[in-house]
């Protein structure tokens, strides 16, 4: 019988048969394959039409103190969203298909030091443990013009073969200003292939200066080019172990904060950083109805998705 020697040491020799290291190699090029499928398999639950784009999201969540404003912090259930959102896509090995993450996006609102900055906590976590691209995440208070640019640029290059689809995870404002420099910018005609998704109406229509504009108001400025829908509100706060809020019981998230892979249990920390006491990161429910292809997520599903836990990519 063929046999092939590979030596491990000096002082030792094994001995494979032809046929064992067959089976050895078709044993890895099982596995491999079947993570590749498994992994098609997840993006092909995906909805919109979603098919590994590009996509972008502007979250508002401001932990500084806007004292012209009738609320002066913004809605912390960002400071949780945002890492859920990015655990979803690190999840599907995604991360390079996130191409703009702005935060903090009230406009006018006042910035604040770093170490109080909840979202910059969030986002900065997201990029150490999970691989984003540091260059795609900008804070809107400290970073407006750099942050609006990025995000026209991005739109402005949209195609039918290269669409964008943007979550709206904050208010318009900041939006409507992105939008106006990509028609500024000679490329009005792009906007037909970015796909935008909301689920708060609130997002779409409040200001927090008189002079700020809403999402009706950008649907005008750009001729309704963009596309948008609208899923249901991401919020039951009458049913904790339905969609992603679950007021003050945190119960439902226990899992979280006893797994195994670190990484995970981090993000039940930003969970719990809510300044309000409540387990909402409903901005994610968004992520993840474009890339599972459900607007009727929970507690459990999550749970479901994200398994094992994710893989560290800086680590490799």
């Known amino acids: 019988m063929n046999r092939n020697r590979i030596n491990l040491d000096k002082s030792q020799t094994y001995i494979f048969s032809s046929q064992s290291m067959m089976m050895i190699f078709l044993y890895m090029f099982t596995m491999m394959m079947s993570f590749v499928f498994c992994s098609e398999a997840l993006h092909a639950q995906s909805a919109w039409g979603y098919n590994n784009n590009r996509v972008a999201v502007s979250f508002d969540g401001n932990s500084e103190p806007d004292d012209q404003y009738k ?23 995604l991360q390079d298909q996130l191409v703009h993450c702005s935060y903090n ?5 006042p ?43 991005e739109m402005g290059k949209s195609t039918a073969e290269d669409p964008l689809y943007f979550i709206h995870a904050g208010l318009s404002e900041f939006l409507y200003q992105v939008v106006k420099l990509v028609i500024d910018n000679g490329n009005m005609e792009a906007l037909n292939h970015v796909y935008l998704i909301s689920h708060s109406k609130f997002n779409e229509n409040e200001k927090r200066r008189a002079y700020h504009h809403t999402w009706s108001d950008v649907q005008k400025l750009c001729g309704h080019r963009i596309h948008y829908k609208k899923i249901q509100d991401q919020n039951d706060k009458t049913n904790p172990h339905h969609l992603w809020h679950s007021m003050n019981n945190f119960s439902v998230w226990y899992w979280m904060r ?24 409903s901005d994610c429910g968004m992520f993840y109805y474009l890339l599972v292809g459900d607007d009727n997520g929970s507690p459990e599903k999550f749970k479901t998705f994200i398994g094992d836990g994710i893989p560290n990519k800086n680590a490799f």
């Not at 609320?71 to 090995?93: E, F, H, N, R």
């Open 258 to 281: 006893d797994h195994k892979d670190p990484n995970i249990r981090w993000m039940y920390t930003r969970l719990q950083a809510h300044s309000g006491g409540h387990a909402d990161i």
């Open 105 to 109: 996006n009230f406009i006018d609102a």
């Open 111 to 153: 910035g604040g030091p770093d170490d109080e900055n909840q979202l910059k906590i969030s986002a900065d976590g997201c990029i150490e443990r999970w691989g984003f691209n540091r260059k795609v995440f900008f804070d809107v208070t400290t970073q407006l013009e750099a942050a609006r640019s990025h995000l026209a640029a």
């Open 71 to 93: 609320w002066p912090t913004g809605d912390p259930d960002d400071w949780g969203a945002l890492v859920a959102s990015c655990a979803i896509m690190a999840k599907l090995q």
